[in-house]
């Protein structure tokens, strides 16, 4: 199998404090790894994409310095949201890529994330 | 915990016959459903989505079915075509929960 997981489910923290995500690939190494954001009953939307032991590429629109991606091994990848404000609450998901030609992406189980 | 499984790991079909990729629940307070497809090495993208108040939605090729009294949701591509090859990835989140469950996803490849 493929295990992804998330570490913490779920995070409330005060505006202003950073908080980390950690995204792990529990059985196979990663070589890309995808971080997501998903707000109310609408698609994800992709915020950047990892490569172990290189800058991650951000999408349009996200805000390099808020959104700290660090992927330094083939089976971590973290996620830091910096000085979070509540406008940054919502639902991160992971996911990681065998980088297999062909292969299936798999999701971790999210973390919520509300600031007050 | 397994809230939303799709149980065929693969499909293949015949190009310009119908694709149909199934997917089960057990969490009856989900509300909302997703499909997203995804090409290697590249994340998922959105697909169609449906509300419990529906059983059916439709865009183009796609029509997404939803059965709640069997928590089962399928996705029909008519006609299949080779660029539909790609894994498709069920979604489910629940009533005053927006934290969405995927499945594991189901490999399909259109052959020509």
């Known amino acids: 199998g493929a295990v992804v997981s998330q570490h913490p489910s779920r995070v409330i923290c005060k505006s202003g404090t950073s908080v980390k995500i950690e995204c792990r690939s529990l059985d196979f190494q990663a070589t890309t790894m995808f971080w997501y954001r998903q707000f109310p009953k609408q698609s994800l939307m992709l915020m950047a994409t990892?490569?172990?032991?290189?800058?991650?590429?951000?999408e349009q629109g996200v805000e390099k310095d808020k959104f700290l991606i660090n992927h330094a091994s083939l089976t971590l990848s973290t996620l830091t949201v910096t000085s979070a404000h509540p406008e940054d609450s919502s639902f991160y998901i992971c996911?990681?890529?065998?980088?297999?030609?062909?292969?299936?992406?798999?999701f971790g189980p999210g973390t919520r994330l509300t600031v007050l | 915990d397994q809230q939303v499984k799709q149980n065929s790991p693969s499909l293949s079909v015949q190009e310009g016959r119908i694709s149909i990729l199934n997917c089960d629940y057990t969490?009856?307070?989900?509300?909302?459903f997703l499909w997203y497809k995804k090409y290697p090495a590249e994340g998922p993208t959105f697909l169609i989505s449906i509300s419990s108040i529906k059983d059916k939605n439709e865009d183009g090729r796609f029509t997404v079915f939803l059965n709640k009294s069997a928590k089962h949701l399928s996705l029909h591509i008519v006609p299949s075509q080779p660029g539909d090859s790609a894994v498709y990835f069920c979604a489910a989140s629940a009533v005053g929960n927006n934290d969405m469950r995927f499945g594991a996803g189901t490999r399909l490849t259109v052959k020509p």
């Open positions: 969490n009856s307070m989900f509300d909302y």
């Open positions: 996911s990681a890529d065998k980088g297999l030609q062909g292969n299936e992406q798999f």
């Open positions: 990892s490569n172990e032991g290189s800058k991650a590429t951000y």
